[in-house]
């Protein structure tokens, strides 16, 4: 199968290396030529442009450039595009892109990989990135079943655990477990920042070790990335941020109060419910 993918960043060099990998056609753009030569160079593609009409044989085109860019590349990329190709993206939040999009084109499918890490561009591709993640595909009630589940078979020959939820649903869910802890590890790094002693906090900085590392690293990762989640699901991560602020209030009030047994029955709730949250 011809595939195509926009953005050749992590996200689509990964996937370029794992479909490649399994005999597909990988037909890649970008919008800088040393990266296509580079995602050549790789084997991340077989074919390389700066030119959306590579594309036009594709059968299926996957966009993985930033959250702001999905919807007007697509727009750019429909004129060069046949009636029956499907396209799909990557982005993190599917609501405002899913209503773009399927104006645009009636064969989108919004699509979501669970997976990634703090790196960025072609030279972070990597095989197996989505081995055991989740892959969420968020249809509206309009769209065939036939391409969701053409683009389902293709997520799951990737090893990934397909999920298929509206994307109103999606969007909220993410909030909880996604774009929350990015604004929480964000607010760790900024407040432990306003320690207004310098040698305690140089010393903080000598000490910090795994815990640190654990709760700090998606709040020090790509701000574009974080930005983008506020802007575009802002109504669902305002809803999660308030629930979390009076979350924390509550265990402020425990610790004024000295209420440890109150503390400690909240810690063994979160103890226990955490696992849940692991997949």
Request: glycine share 8%; hydrophobic share 40%; aromatic share 4%.
């Given at each position: 199968?011809k ?6 960043g992590?996200?689509g ?6 479909l490649k990998?399994?005999?597909?056609e990988i ?8 990266t ?12 390389a ?10 059968e ?6 930033p959250?702001g860019?999905?919807?007007p ?8 595009l046949?009636?029956e190709?499907?396209?799909?993206d990557?982005g ?11 104006y ?5 499918v919004?699509?979501?990989?669970m997976a990634?890490?703090t ?8 095989t197996?990135?989505?081995t ?7 249809p509206?009630?309009?769209t ?5 589940e ?10 990934t655990?397909?999920y298929?939820c ?9 909030a909880?477990?996604?774009h929350?802890?990015?604004?929480v ?7 432990c ?12 900085q ?8 654990d709760t ?15 802007k ?15 979350n924390?209030?509550?265990i ?9 047994d109150?503390l ?7 103890q ?6 692991l997949?």
């Amino acid at each position: 199968m011809k595939i195509g993918i926009v953005g050749l960043g992590l996200i689509g060099g990964s996937l370029g290396l794992d479909l490649k990998a399994q005999g597909h056609e990988i037909l890649g753009v970008s919008r800088q030529a040393t990266t296509c030569q580079t995602a050549l160079d790789k084997g991340v593609v077989d074919r390389a442009s700066t030119d959306l009409s590579l594309l036009a044989a594709a059968e299926i085109v996957i966009i993985c450039t930033p959250i702001g860019a999905i919807a007007p590349t697509l727009a750019k990329l429909v004129p060069h595009l046949q009636t029956e190709t499907i396209v799909t993206d990557v982005g993190s939040v599917k609501q405002p892109i899913v209503e773009a999009c399927t104006y645009l084109w009636s064969n989108f499918v919004g699509g979501h990989p669970m997976a990634g890490n703090t790196n960025q561009g072609i030279h972070a591709a990597q095989t197996k990135l989505f081995t055991g993640a989740a892959y969420v595909f968020t249809p509206t009630e309009k769209t065939p079943t036939a391409l969701v589940e053409k683009l389902a078979s293709l997520a799951r020959s990737l090893d990934t655990i397909t999920y298929i939820c509206p994307p109103e649903v999606h969007d909220r869910a993410v909030a909880w477990i996604s774009h929350l802890p990015v604004m929480v590890s964000a607010s760790l790094i900024q407040s432990c920042l306003q320690e207004s002693n310098s040698q305690v906090l140089q010393l903080a900085q000598k000490l910090a070790s795994s815990g640190f590392c654990d709760t700090s690293r998606v709040g020090g990762g790509n701000p574009e990335l974080g930005m983008m989640m506020a802007k575009y699901n802002r109504q669902a991560l305002l809803r999660s941020l308030k629930q979390y602020r009076q979350n924390l209030d509550e265990i402020i009030i425990q610790i004024e109060q000295e209420n440890w047994d109150n503390l400690e029955q909240v810690l063994e709730i979160n103890q226990q419910a955490r696992p849940k949250f692991l997949n």
